[in-house]
């Protein structure tokens, strides 16, 4: 191998290196907005819930970074085979992860509001949602890292889990609307607020499917579970 060639191994390794390191910023950094979302309602603090909503421009300009790192990898090294999938599969988890941002940040901003209500029994169970949904995007980021398709399709299986405690804490919150209509807009709130931690969960599985397709060049072809049954839930 000439001198030349190895250089350029050598930096094209570098830029995807910066790329993991960015991508698993912004996991780091959504993974924080999640989690101070989800205490800010736990304990009605809405300057927490303030600091949520503005923090989501981090990640934001963080996407905005690996998306022009993308096109320039693309124009300029025009990789093909794992090199490709590589810079493809950056992309798309990048988008996941600015959209995860996203929710949390709604999640905050429904907080804001929800704490302008008395305090609500059904609130209590929003902060273990989130942590189910923080602990799937940890651990499929930690997947992607490793290159580790079998533990990002365990994530990918959980997300049935996520659906299921989405779907007890609908018909809980439907329950007390309809025992009191003055319970109508803080579950209102809490409904969105649980939605949104739903779409967490079902952009992780989206991150697990990017890394196995990453490592084996192929689409997970099992149709994914889903364990979100508020659709046939009647009043």
């Known amino acids: 191998m000439s001198e030349t060639h190895e250089h350029i191994i050598k930096s ?4 995807l290196a910066r790329l993991l390191d960015e991508i698993t910023r912004m996991g780091q950094l959504a993974r924080e907005q999640l989690a101070m979302a989800a205490e800010a309602v736990e304990e009605r603090n809405s300057d927490l819930a303030a600091r949520v909503v503005e923090g989501d421009n981090s990640i934001d300009a963080l996407e905005h970074d690996v998306s022009h790192d993308v096109l320039r990898l693309l124009a300029l090294r025009q990789p093909i085979a794992r090199d490709l999938r590589d810079v493809l ?8 992860i600015e959209r995860i941002g996203d929710y949390a940040a709604n999640v905050a901003k429904r907080a804001i509001a929800l704490n302008q209500n008395a305090p609500m029994r059904p609130a209590a169970s929003l902060p273990h949602l989130a ?6 995007l940890r651990d499929v980021l930690d997947a992607y890292r490793r290159s580790d398709a079998e ?11 996520l659906d299921t405690l989405y779907t007890a804490m609908f018909r809980e919150l439907l329950t007390y609307m309809m025992e009191d209509p003055r319970n ?6 809490l409904l969105f607020m649980a939605k949104n931690i ?11 499917e990017n890394v196995y397709f990453l490592v084996h060049a192929k689409p997970l072809v099992e149709e994914r579970r889903k364990g979100d049954h508020t659709s046939t839930v009647v009043s």
């Open 89 to 96: 599969a950056a992309l798309r988890i990048a988008a996941d």
């Open 12 to 15: 094209y390794d570098a830029e």
């Open 198 to 208: 739903e779409r967490i969960g079902d952009h992780a599985t989206n991150i697990a």
């Open 184 to 189: 109508i807009t803080p579950c209102t709130h």
């Open 131 to 136: 942590q189910v949904a923080n602990d799937m």
């Open 151 to 161: 533990a990002a399709v365990e994530v990918w299986k959980r997300d049935v889990q």
